[in-house]
């Protein structure tokens, strides 16, 4: 009796997977979309601002799309590498690792105003002496993460072009605070002499009051860089990328689309758009494990 129960609990599984009446849990589980964010913000903010883009995927695609954040932005990259991410928010230097690294494709990127580009910033206290790199020699310093674009890839160019010399050869002291925020409050917190950050992250606390111009003084900004891309894994089949890419692209026609700065609407791009950072990349002889920590 329980051997013939058996196989009628067996029989009705699989004439319900093929018919495609399958149970909840396992039909989610196969169609889940997974957003990677690299920690540009700390977590909850991060997850705050691209909200309203995860449901309105969600949505358009019929399909459920989660988030998943990472304290580094080497992990976001090695969830993609294993197929646990699908679609990422990567900064122009984290793409180009993923692209190397997991297949990563760019295909939009966030414009603000008229603007698909963005800054790199040194930034110190309000009443520091400081006036130039050079004054930084010997100094302590934090960046933001080793494959962050403007928060290490940016500076150092910024750093070697101005001394001769790499970061860790000038600095007294190089740490990595993780997150742009976080860089930028090392600095009003006086933990550093000096921050490398971005003009949207900057510009973004000012407004809240989590720092001000005499807590937190620009030293110096760099010349504009490629937009942070939205990505999707090469490797997914193309009806699903074509469907987030077109979802993405005309986002804004329904809905107050939401990224990393004041966005307006995505617009599409591609890796060519990102040699610049190759170059930057080749020019400072830096090897993938030195920006994979």
């Known amino acids: 009796m329980k051997a013939r129960t058996t196989y009628v609990i067996l029989f009705v599984i699989l004439v319900a997977a093929f018919s495609g009446i399958v149970p909840r849990a396992w039909a989610q589980s196969k169609s889940d979309l997974v957003m990677g964010l690299i920690p540009a913000e700390n ?57 190397q690294e997991a297949g990563a494709e760019a295909f939009a990127v966030g414009v603000e105003g008229n603007r698909k ?27 933001v993460d080793p494959a962050s674009t403007s928060g290490s890839l940016v500076p150092s160019y910024l750093v070697k072009k101005a001394t001769g ?7 007294g002291k190089l740490t990595y605070a993780g997150s742009h925020d976080a860089s930028e409050l090392a600095v009003k917190n006086r933990s550093v002499d000096a921050a490398a950050d971005n003009d949207i992250t900057y510009a973004s606390m000012i407004q809240k009051g989590l720092i001000t111009p005499q807590t937190n003084r620009v030293l110096i900004e760099s010349d ?37 700065g004041k966005i307006t609407r995505y617009d599409a791009t591609s890796s060519a758009d990102y040699q610049v950072v190759r170059d930057m990349v080749k020019e400072l002889g830096l090897r993938k494990e030195q920006m994979l920590q």
């Open 224 to 260: 504009p860089i490629p937009g942070s891309p939205l990505v999707y894994r090469k490797d997914l089949d193309p009806a699903t990328k074509a469907a987030i890419r077109n979802a993405i692209l005309t986002a804004h026609n329904e809905i107050k689309v939401t990224g990393y």
């Open 43 to 99: 977590n909850e903010e991060i997850r705050k601002t691209f909200e309203p883009m995860r449901a309105y995927l969600e949505k358009k695609l019929n399909r459920h799309v989660k988030m998943y954040t990472a304290t580094d932005y080497s992990s976001i990259i090695e969830a993609m590498k294993k197929k646990r991410v699908d679609i990422a928010f990567f900064g122009p230097l984290s793409y180009v690792l993923a692209e």
């Open 117 to 143: 580009t963005y800054k790199s910033l040194f930034v110190v206290p309000g009443n520091s002496p400081i006036k130039s790199i050079q004054d930084l020699q010997g100094k302590s310093v934090a960046f």
């Open 165 to 171: 010399k790499m970061p860790q050869e000038y600095f």
